[in-house]
């Protein structure tokens, strides 16, 4: 998704590389092997970071509005047969 790259007042590089939030499950088991791979072919050293893009924090709010919605009509249809019963 993206990289910065980050130094030190010593001047040790580290990059930074940002991915998917979405893709932890499938990468994070990998990541330290990728690290020590990095490491030994460049002779850098690299961290990996997940980040939240926009777009899925708008798909998360969106889910969440919608669960509540679902929550709410039915606490509605609850109270409206607990009405008719009474």
């Known amino acids: ?9 010593d001047g040790t590089q580290i990059h930074k590389i940002h991915l998917k939030e979405e893709e932890r499950k499938n990468v994070e088991p990998k990541l330290e092997a990728l ?20 777009a899925e924090e708008k798909k998360r709010k969106k889910k969440k509005e ?14 409206e047969e607990e009405a008719k019963e009474a």
């Open 35 to 54: 690290a020590l791979l990095y490491k030994k072919l460049t002779n850098k050293i690299v961290t990996f970071e997940f980040v939240k893009t926009l």
């Open 66 to 79: 919608r669960k509540e919605g679902k929550k709410e009509g039915k606490k509605e249809a609850v109270k």
């Open 1 to 9: 998704m993206g990289k910065r790259l980050r130094v030190k007042t």
